[in-house]
């Protein structure tokens, strides 16, 4: 993707409702301007970083119609406030479909029964008969705007078997003309290189930190220390911060999921892989939990490294700087590197197939120990009693 000036970017005051990327943005709309909006799109990037957002931006940006403001000045599409770009946000707009693995699936093309709520909340792969159902809307003409959007979140989770890239592909080497699809996976490598091939890739990254502050404020009403707290463990993933503000139990969980993470980080070698045993189980029932959990520990041994060398502006922690300082203190200069490094590389193995279970063990043997002391000096008042202290805990 063709680099853009972030400075010259589209301002998220209009219509635009992604916040950041801005070079995204303006790559979007400028390919809008010019009438050279791809037919196939593939947006990468981490969980909850904006991808979606993006690619509902870019479907009401195509079938935006605005009307005139009071001073007669028509503005820039994406608007945000007609009826396309109103009936795209509250999802119910005829040309534009998001499916991911629970989308209900009405059996028009394959000549099968509709699916119930309990067979789509169930279902943890994209179909073929989500390919083929897409692949019957889009030769239909659009109903009420000027061109269909079909968006695929959670690409990487097509049914493993090929059928549905093989269904896809068809319709990526020959797509109706009024037609925009988009896909939205982690990364490239996640897709076949013949699906890469055919769609106009755009990369997603953290965004900084003060623009999801400023999101919050501006769009989520928070306070400014609430959006600073949220902006701050949001780990530069908007949806992330925002999903937190809506939430009031997700800082509880948090909690304690930090007081977890230093409690095991304080045992022995039996606590250490009662919680290594603990999570493998949990992996088998929900693999992104276990992620979470796993870029929490990354995110307080950053901290614990940023202490340890008195960088303090940027600690994602903030609540818990005083424990993650003794921390720091008592850590050996290498500690905080040797975690980080461990961590991702149990992440690569879980992520490559690895045994959990065995993956996990490693792990635990390979991170440094904080003094036991530090969590017996934790108040039980910072993790909230509230809290069932279940696994559904979210990660910075």
């Known amino acids: 993707m063709t680099t853009m000036d972030p400075a010259r970017a589209p301002s998220n005051s209009g219509g635009w409702q992604t916040i950041g990327h801005s070079a995204a943005r303006l790559y979007i709309q ?110 239909l003409n659009p109903f009420e705007g ?29 797509p109706p003309e009024q ?23 755009i990369e997603l990254h953290a965004v900084p930190r003060e623009e999801i502050e400023q999101g919050l404020i501006e769009r989520g009403g928070a306070d400014s220390e609430k959006a600073a707290q949220l902006a701050r463990l949001a780990g530069g993933r908007p949806g992330r ?36 045993n603990e999570m493998a189980r949990e992996f088998s029932r929900n693999r992104e939990m276990v992620y979470r959990e796993l870029e929490l520990w990354t995110s307080i041994w950053r901290d614990i490294l940023l202490l340890k060398h008195d960088v303090t502006d940027s600690v994602a922690n903030i609540a818990w700087t005083e424990h993650l300082a003794k921390a720091a203190s008592a850590a050996g200069d290498d500690d905080g590197r040797i975690a980080i490094e461990a961590i991702a590389k149990a992440a690569d193995g879980l992520r490559r197939n690895g045994m ?12 440094p120990t904080i003094p036991s002391e530090i969590v017996e000096s934790i108040e039980l008042g910072e993790a909230d009693e509230s809290s069932d202290g279940g696994w559904d805990a979210p990660a910075p």
């Open 356 to 367: 959990p279970r065995v993956v996990l063990e490693v792990l635990m043997l390979e991170l």
């Open 179 to 201: 037609v925009i699809i988009v896909l939205l996976a982690p990364s490239p490598e996640s897709l076949p290189q013949t699906v890469i091939s055919r769609c106009q890739v």
């Open 30 to 139: 400028r390919s809008h301007e010019v009438g050279r909006i791809a037919h196939a799109y593939l947006i990468t990037g981490p969980d909850q970083v904006g991808k979606r957002t993006l690619a509902l931006d870019l479907a009401r940006l195509v079938n935006c119609k605005p009307t005139p403001n009071m001073f007669g000045d028509d503005p820039t599409p994406p608007c945000g406030r007609c009826g396309p770009c109103d009936r795209i946000s509250r999802d119910v707009h005829a040309d534009v479909k998001v499916i991911d693995p629970h989308t209900p699936m009405r059996g028009v093309s394959s000549g099968t029964r509709e699916s119930t709520p309990e067979q789509d909340a169930a279902r943890t792969l994209i179909s073929i008969d989500h390919v083929r159902e897409m692949q019957h809307d889009v030769h």
């Open 241 to 276: 911060a925002f999903a937190a503000l809506e939430d009031e139990t997700t800082l509880d969980r948090y909690q304690q999921a930090v007081l977890r993470v230093l409690v095991t980080s304080a045992g022995d070698i039996e606590e250490r892989f009662r919680y290594a």
């Open 146 to 174: 000027g061109r269909r959007v079909i968006i695929f979140d959670g690409a990487d989770r097509m049914s493993p078997d090929g059928a549905g890239w093989n269904a896809l592909l068809k319709t990526l080497e020959e």
